[in-house]
């Protein structure tokens, strides 16, 4: 059964820049699941996640990214991709200390994908496993243009906001995301360039030190981050219980997608298998 939810704010790695949170606990919770949320997105599009996850029995944790949503930062900036991964490990600490000896779980989508498969990699042996949606885990053929441009001497120029029509089949998605007041309408070069390009060049090289139990998860015609990112993952990483999933036909928002009653099934069959 679903508890009181309730809303925190806590210090992120960066000085100064608070993290505004949400965790939906559970009574006598059998997992707890930390959601993390993609680029110019936010923690609120994951609601009805929630509910499903809370429903399996799982206490549910979720934050807005610096510069994202409710929480502190420049709008659309990061000056480091580290920065994103050391805030994870700010909740995934909070959430060790207030569930002790429950299983703890990372669910990651796209940038947010990025970061779960950097955490894997930079902190080890803390989480049960991870599960990752459409990771940005390589450099993308979508961002590679950020290759040429000197993103560090103009880091704040700003680019718009024009994914909305490749997230998802689901039209009234594209419209709900559109209309949210939430989601950015433009990033800075920086925050893309750092992530995109140094972050996702320094993982593609790290991923061979990744051990995690980890559900890898992709949209078969997902136009942002392409399914062979996640292909590259799985056959890199070291883990031995390692899972690859592609949904034929899905677009990237696979957990938005018509059919994602499917992919949360399997997340919830995936996460019960490892706490029995």
Same mark, same amino acid.
Not at 69 to 89: K, Y
Not at 158 to 169: A, D, G, Q, Y
């Given at each position: 059964?679903?508890?009181?939810?309730?809303?925190?704010?806590?210090?992120?790695?960066?000085?100064?820049?608070?993290?505004?949170?949400?965790?939906?606990?559970?009574?006598?919770?059998?997992?707890?699941?930390?959601?993390?949320?993609?680029?110019?997105?936010?923690?609120?599009?994951?609601?009805?996640?929630?509910?499903?996850?809370?429903?399996?029995?799982?206490?549910?944790?979720?934050?807005?990214?610096?510069?994202?949503?409710?929480?502190?930062?420049?709008?659309?900036?990061?000056?480091?991709?580290?920065?994103?991964?050391? $805030?994870? =490990?700010? /909740? #995934?600490?909070?959430?060790?200390?207030?569930?002790?000896?429950?299983? %703890? @779980?990372?669910? !990651?989508?796209?940038?947010?994908?990025?970061?779960?498969?950097?955490?894997?990699?930079?902190?080890?042996?803390?989480?049960?496993?991870?599960?990752?949606?459409?990771?940005?885990?390589?450099?993308?053929?979508?961002?590679?243009?950020?290759?040429?441009?000197?993103?560090?001497?103009?880091?704040?120029?700003?680019?718009?906001?024009?994914?909305?029509?490749?997230?998802?089949?689901?039209?009234?998605?594209?419209?709900?995301? $559109?209309? =949210?007041? /939430? #989601?950015?309408?433009?990033?800075?070069?920086?925050?893309?360039?750092? %992530? @995109?390009?140094? !972050?996702?060049?320094?993982?593609?090289?790290?991923?061979?030190?990744?051990?995690?139990?980890?559900?890898?998860?992709?949209?078969?015609?997902?136009?942002?981050?392409?399914?062979?990112?996640?292909?590259?993952?799985?056959?890199?990483?070291?883990?031995?219980?390692?899972?690859?999933?592609?949904?034929?036909?899905?677009?990237?928002?696979?957990?938005?997608?018509?059919?994602?009653?499917?992919?949360?099934?399997?997340?919830?069959?995936?996460?019960?298998?490892?706490?029995?």
């Amino acid at each position: 059964m679903a508890c009181q939810l309730s809303e925190i704010n806590i210090p992120s790695s960066t000085p100064g820049v608070d993290l505004f949170a949400k965790a939906n606990p559970v009574t006598s919770p059998r997992a707890a699941v930390l959601i993390v949320h993609g680029l110019a997105e936010h923690l609120g599009r994951y609601d009805h996640v929630v509910d499903q996850l809370n429903n399996f029995g799982y206490t549910v944790y979720r934050f807005d990214n610096q510069g994202h949503g409710r929480s502190g930062g420049e709008q659309g900036f990061i000056d480091d991709f580290n920065q994103f991964i050391d $805030d994870a =490990d700010i /909740l #995934v600490e909070r959430i060790i200390r207030e569930n002790p000896g429950i299983p %703890v @779980f990372m669910l !990651g989508h796209s940038m947010g994908g990025f970061i779960t498969a950097a955490y894997g990699v930079k902190y080890p042996g803390k989480l049960t496993g991870q599960i990752l949606s459409g990771a940005a885990v390589t450099v993308l053929p979508l961002f590679k243009p950020f290759q040429e441009i000197d993103f560090e001497t103009e880091p704040r120029n700003k680019v718009p906001n024009e994914l909305s029509v490749l997230i998802c089949r689901d039209k009234s998605v594209v419209e709900a995301y $559109d209309n =949210d007041p /939430l #989601v950015l309408k433009e990033t800075c070069q920086k925050l893309l360039g750092e %992530v @995109f390009i140094n !972050g996702a060049t320094w993982l593609t090289q790290a991923l061979a030190g990744y051990q995690y139990p980890c559900l890898i998860l992709h949209g078969g015609d997902d136009r942002i981050v392409t399914p062979e990112a996640s292909q590259y993952m799985y056959n890199t990483i070291l883990s031995t219980d390692k899972t690859l999933t592609l949904y034929k036909g899905f677009f990237h928002e696979i957990l938005n997608e018509p059919g994602n009653a499917k992919v949360i099934e399997d997340i919830h069959q995936w996460i019960d298998q490892r706490i029995q």
